[in-house]
Nanobody, 122 residues
Framework: QVQLVESGGGLVQAGGSLRLSCAVS????????LGWFRQAPGKERDFVAV????????SYADSVKGRFTISRDNAKNTVYLQMNSLKPEDTAVYYC???????????????WGQGTQVTVSS
């Protein structure tokens, strides 16, 4: 069974930074593409970033491009999301996800974490 556990969320002022981590259990970590999604109250779950299996290809939502960086450490079974220059509109629950496709589309992901709250105050 694959389990994903996010950490690193919290409250930060606009312009600040946070680093989210997602630890993935199981032996097949390097076979998964890994994504970050977010969901604000009353809104749909939105794509944030994705990284491929080897870690050499990434994609970002336009809203976070240039501010967020996704990375992975296959030796530690962990994926990260470095978030800089945070804005109040980045406030949401952030989820990491693992899947077999490099995708922007959340139904393509097979496994999900429980989410971590990120709140950006103005």
């Amino acid at each position: 069974q694959v389990q994903l556990v996010e950490s690193g969320g919290g409250l930060v002022q606009a312009g600040g930074s946070l680093r989210l981590s997602c630890a993935v259990s199981g032996r097949a970590f390097s076979t998964y593409a890994l994504g970050w999604f977010r969901q604000a109250p009353g809104k749909e779950r939105d794509f944030v970033a994705v990284i491929n299996r080897s870690g050499d290809t990434t994609s970002y939502a336009d809203s976070v491009k240039g501010r967020f960086t996704i990375s992975r450490d296959n030796a530690k079974n962990t994926v990260y999301l470095q978030m800089n220059s945070l804005k109040p509109e980045d406030t949401a629950v952030y989820y990491c996800a693992a899947g077999y496709e490099y995708s922007w589309y959340h139904p393509h992901y097979n496994y999900w974490g429980q989410g971590t709250q990120v709140t950006v105050s103005s």
